[in-house]
């Protein structure tokens, strides 16, 4: 029973390869605190990279109009921003001078580096060259960045949805310059206002993009406030201008018509 029991054990440790994954977390100074940081952050690209993978698949369901898996996604999205906040829940427990004991130690490491996160605002639609910046020419992180901000984006998969659900989506969002910032249009606000009316399952789909919308938001949000109280208005580690510059990107939507829309129902 023993040797049962352990081997159940190494099959799990085996299959989430967690000897690797634990072994990754590598203190550069000898303060408590400095681990919870590491963890944290570890944390926040690992959902990062479930999000990427769930959004892929929710471009797919919408070119396809399968509204019910694209819902489906959209909720599993949802929670997974809403799980990434709970990290800085417990980062909120770093006191200004326990950060600055080992912050001396991440050179010129910063979240605002966070690749991963920069590539779902761009899958979701932000167009922003500053985004690849401070990511080396020919790198993988700057490549995959701009590789997103050069294709169809979460926005564009939703109005080709549209579309395929004989919706009469404006010809201009549907054959756009997808590398190009989304502008608002007035002609798609009235076919989402006439969606909205119709109160079915394409109104439930927009919702929950909104949720997303709003789940990036108060990710963005919870980020800046932990920055805010930990460093104050001081520069960021990786060479940005902290919490100052991180406020700019706050109630920045990335679907424009599905907030425009609600002065019009």
């Known amino acids: 029973m023993v040797a049962k029991n352990h081997s159940l054990t190494s099959e799990y440790g085996s ?31 690992l959902w990062f990279k479930q999000l990427l993978h769930e959004l892929v698949h929710l471009q797919q369901l919408l070119t396809e109009g399968d509204t019910s898996h694209a819902l489906h996604t959209l909720r599993r999205s949802v929670g997974i921003l809403s799980v990434v906040v709970s990290p800085i829940n417990v980062l909120d427990t770093l006191t200004p001078q326990q950060f600055n004991r080992f912050r001396g130690k991440l050179g010129s490491g910063s979240g ?59 010809e201009d969002r549907l054959h756009r310059d997808v590398s190009a910032p989304l502008e608002p249009s007035l002609e798609l606000q009235r076919v989402l206002a006439h969606i909205y009316h119709d109160d079915d399952g394409v109104s439930q789909l927009c919702e929950r993009l909104v949720e997303l919308d709003q789940g990036m938001q ?3 949000y919870r980020h800046v406030s932990m920055v805010w109280r ?36």
């Open 112 to 170: 605002f580096q966070s690749a991963q996160f920069r590539e779902i605002e761009a899958v979701l639609g932000r167009r922003d060259g500053r985004m690849v910046e401070g990511y080396p020419e020919g790198g993988r992180e700057r490549s995959r960045i701009a590789a997103a901000m050069a294709r169809p984006s979460v926005a564009d998969s939703f109005a080709r949805y549209l579309h395929v659900k004989g919706y009469p989506v404006p």
């Open 15 to 45: 299959y989430l390869a967690l000897d690797g994954l634990l072994a990754t977390q590598l203190p550069r100074s000898e303060e408590h605190d400095e681990m919870l940081f590491i963890v944290a952050h570890q944390v926040h690209e």
């Open 230 to 265: 930990i460093i104050g208005d001081k520069s960021g580690t990786g060479g940005s201008t902290g919490a100052a510059h991180l406020r700019t990107t706050l109630f920045r939507p990335m679907f424009p018509d599905l907030w425009a829309v609600r002065s019009r129902l």
């Open 218 to 220: 108060e990710w963005r």
